[in-house]
């Protein structure tokens, strides 16, 4: 009789298919995964810590590069923190050029997603096809920001700066180029027979399980779960647009891969909204807001609907110019949570399509 | 605010007369009966998401300036818990407090799976030990690091003040 005995492999944290430096220790059994043990934090840099030893202005710059793919939405969550603690409201031309850059942003990183999950899998056309279309997306950002990934466009009251002229038509036919785009994943993608066969019915994750490991973002809505806090808990203006929330079925990574196409398609149905609606808004983009901000004693909890999942600020105030505490609930940190059980039993080579389908920014992961 | 959640409340401080609940509606709990409290948050109340787990530290006064911790150091840290209902759409924060000389409270593993991996970035970084958790250990910082940075008389070197 054959005796067999596991034995360990590292992947990562030097790896393409980790998306940073990420590393998993494998423990197999053949080809099959016994154990499959996270290892991350190899790109922390101790945001949190820093964070206390700036003004509340200074930290916009370091939610930027936690999230570095959807910085817009990062921005987002960590102003709209501040302002419940400041009870600050926003002007609504602010609110609806924030909608755009989120949105914006959540499609890039979507984009991006596919393409690097067709790289992932083995289509190298689909990874270099997906960088077409965020380079348009990125272009807009940056004539509107200045920068092509770190924005740092939202401020607290308000955004940085208002649309240049002609910026919102240009928004507005590259958002209109997109579904053409959509299209031709579900083409090339979506509907090839190897792509199917590499990710459906591969990594299952229950419904339960889900739930239980506090998984969010299309990584939690593919295995069937309505919660999605844009409809959940309308924060910002997003209870003045209709849109849908797009869930799988099978909760397999095919799933989370298709989740995010068809969200992409509901961002641009939001976009269109924006767009038509801002144009009938004028007014001030930015509140009144003191030079020196103290906000008084307290805390503020806010979560947001990042491109990842939910992304939670926690600020703790002591009266002066300085935050006493900053905490970041990153999406992509809590999702790797239940990696191990999602791999367990599976092939050395459904891992890659396992992490993958997460969808995780290293980051967000190590802060 | 809202108006299912003012019934929830109420109805927990009946049940527990131990907790106090803030105006913003955040409910301190007592650390002896956290476990209890929680199971019933989730079986009860369905509250059935955890979506974060952190801490702050609060020392005494003397302490923030870095000096050494004596016997009688009356510091606190607190650890806080989000947790949301997907069913009913309602989100409570809820709060404990340890002494900062022995910060030890049980794990909420059993409870939500979720806290495993935001009880290990809290025991990481704030040194808070969650009893009967399956695998503390650090995950952020490397293994051989001492201290806990998010402490508030945490020294190091170098760097921009």
């Keep these: 009789m054959l005796r067999t005995e596991t034995y360990t492999v590292n992947f990562g944290p030097q790896h393409p298919a980790t998306h940073g430096v990420f590393r998993v220790m494998l423990n197999l059994d053949g080809e099959r995964i016994v154990k499959a043990e996270p290892v991350c934090g190899y790109l922390h840099r101790g945001v949190e810590k820093l964070a206390e030893n700036r003004t509340y202005q200074q930290v916009i710059p370091y939610t930027d590069r936690l999230d570095y793919l959807a910085a817009g939405l990062q921005n987002q969550g960590y102003v709209e923190t501040i302002e419940k603690l400041m009870e600050i409201e926003v002007p609504d031309r602010a609110e609806y050029l924030r909608i755009i850059t989120a949105e914006l942003s959540r499609i890039a990183s979507h984009v991006l997603f596919v393409g690097v999950y067709a790289l992932d899998i083995g289509a190298f056309t689909g990874f270099l096809l997906c960088f077409r279309e965020r380079e348009r997306i990125l272009d807009l950002m940056e004539e509107l920001t200045g920068s092509r990934m770190t924005y740092s466009y939202a401020r607290i009251g308000g955004v940085a700066a208002d649309a240049p002229e002609g910026w919102l038509d240009r928004v507005e036919k590259v958002v209109n180029d997109l579904p053409y785009y959509f299209d031709i994943y579900d083409d090339l993608i979506s509907g090839n027979e190897i792509f199917q066969a590499r990710t459906k019915y591969v990594g299952y994750l229950s419904a339960e399980s889900a739930v239980d490991y506090s998984l969010s973002g299309p990584t939690l809505r593919g295995s069937g779960i309505d919660y999605d806090l844009r409809k959940a808990k309308p924060y910002s203006i997003y209870d003045r647009f209709n849109f849908e929330v797009p869930l799988g079925e099978n909760g397999d990574c095919f799933d989370r891969y298709f989740c995010r196409i068809l969200e992409m398609r509901q961002s641009v149905y939001i976009l269109q909204q924006a767009i038509e609606q801002i144009r009938e808004t004028d007014g001030p983009i930015m509140a009144k807001v003191p030079k020196v901000l103290k906000p008084p004693k307290g805390e503020a909890y806010h979560e947001i609907e990042s491109s990842k999942g939910i992304l939670g600020y926690y600020v703790v105030s002591d009266g002066s110019n300085k935050p006493y505490r900053v905490h970041v609930r990153r999406p992509s940190f809590v999702n790797l949570g239940f990696l191990d059980e999602m791999c367990r039993g599976g092939l050395v080579a459904d891992l890659v399509a396992i992490l993958g389908s997460i969808d995780i920014v290293l980051g967000e992961v190590d802060c | ?161």
Excluded at chain 2, 36 to 64: G, H, I, W
């Design chain 2, 1 to 161: 605010m809202d108006n299912k959640l003012d019934s929830v409340i109420k109805e927990l401080q009946e049940k527990f007369s131990e907790i106090k609940v803030s105006e913003q509606q955040v409910v301190t709990v007592p650390v002896e009966q956290l476990t209890s409290f929680m199971q019933m948050l989730k079986d009860e109340y369905y509250m059935d998401f955890l979506t974060n787990v952190t801490a702050v530290d609060y020392p005494s006064d003397k302490n923030q300036n870095g000096e050494e911790d004596d016997e009688e150091d009356k510091g606190t840290m607190e650890v806080i818990y989000n947790v949301n209902s997907i069913t009913e759409g309602y989100t409570l924060m809820v709060k404990t407090s340890v002494a900062r000389q022995n910060p030890k409270l049980p794990s909420m593993f059993s409870v939500w799976g979720g806290a495993h991996f935001q009880e290990r970035e809290v025991f990481d970084l704030l040194g808070i030990i969650f009893t009967d958790h399956p695998d503390l250990k650090r995950i952020l910082l490397d293994d051989s690091f001492k201290g806990y940075p998010l402490r508030k008389d945490f020294q190091w070197v170098g760097g921009r003040k």
